[in-house]
């Protein structure tokens, strides 16, 4: 049996009330996955070093995409970025070279044997979205997550090891675990799981080659749905060639893009935005 391993990460925030302001600040909540084979991802690590080294980065000083945003949005602005945020030790290099920095990061996955990517996302805009708990949309983003691993890799025979970021709070990080923990258990669409580990893990971003990427991965997706320029351009480049789509089809709605909850409304909100971009046919 093959191992992979799924790192994933999400971008964004949810509250069950939300406001004008509040969907202004977070238009959507979006879990990502980066599923590879275990084997390509000691490539990619080791890789993933040499990139870091070349750039003159140290490993242990993360570079996150929300950091990449901050120090842009300072220059655009004209202000100096403060010395007192944590992004503040990045502000040496320029805007070229932090974009081109996530470029050639992503630019890895292309040198795996095996590599999907898969995204859950929740429109806060969306009236029809609704009024959920956090809780139940926590737990929606987990099991949709699960079942596209699972479905994915059954014809491979693989087992999948998930990891995830931690979350910003401990009680945040109990419910992810026992909601896996649950459907893993008893999933009303999946008899049995196969190809997935029966315990997730928890992997520090700023120890993990494979959390960054999924940070990458899901920062540029949520850009890309907000329209801005440049992540347009490396998800339209980079992203959507790994994106799981239908068999023998160019269609990732529901396969590698899943709406949470399931709405036809928000799907067709998404669908619009890839037709929009050429990606798919209207």
């Not at 503040?88 to 805007?95: C, E, I």
């Not at 974009?99 to 990061?105: E, F, I, L, T």
């Not at 669409?189 to 120890?207: G, N, P, Q, V, W």
């Amino acid at each position: 049996m093959r191992v992979f391993f799924c790192f994933s990460d999400e971008t964004g925030s949810y509250k069950e009330n939300r406001s004008a302001r509040f969907i202004r600040a977070h238009p959507y909540f979006i879990r990502s996955a980066v599923l590879l084979g275990a084997d390509d991802w000691v490539s990619i690590h080791n890789a993933y070093k040499r990139l870091l080294k070349q750039a003159g980065l140290e490993f242990q000083k993360e570079l996150k995409w929300s950091y990449i945003g901050s120090i842009v949005k300072h220059r655009k602005r004209g202000e100096k970025i403060p010395e007192d945020k944590p992004y503040a030790k990045f502000a040496r290099l320029s805007d070229e070279q932090l974009w081109d920095h996530v470029r050639k990061c992503l630019k890895l996955l292309h040198d795996a044997n095996f590599c999907r990517l898969i995204y859950t996302v929740t429109d806060n805009a969306c009236q029809a979205t609704g009024k959920l708990s956090k809780e139940t949309i926590y737990r929606m983003h987990i099991q949709d997550l699960m079942q596209r691993i699972e479905y994915e890799l059954r014809e491979k025979e693989g087992l999948a090891v998930v990891f995830l970021d931690p979350l910003p709070d401990e009680r945040s990080n109990r419910l992810v675990r026992e909601a896996y923990a649950s459907f893993y258990q008893n999933d009303q669409f999946i008899t049995k799981y196969r190809c997935i580990k029966d315990s997730l893990a928890y992997e520090l971003s700023h120890h993990s080659s494979g959390i960054r990427l999924a940070d990458y991965a899901v920062g540029v997706f949520g850009g890309f749905l907000r329209g801005f320029p440049q992540s347009r351009e490396l998800f339209v480049e980079l992203i959507w060639p790994l994106v799981r789509k239908k068999p023998g089809d160019n269609d990732p709605l529901g396969y590698g893009i899943i709406e949470v909850p399931k709405r036809d409304e928000v799907r067709d909100r998404l669908k619009q935005k890839l037709e929009e971009t050429g990606l798919i046919a209207g």
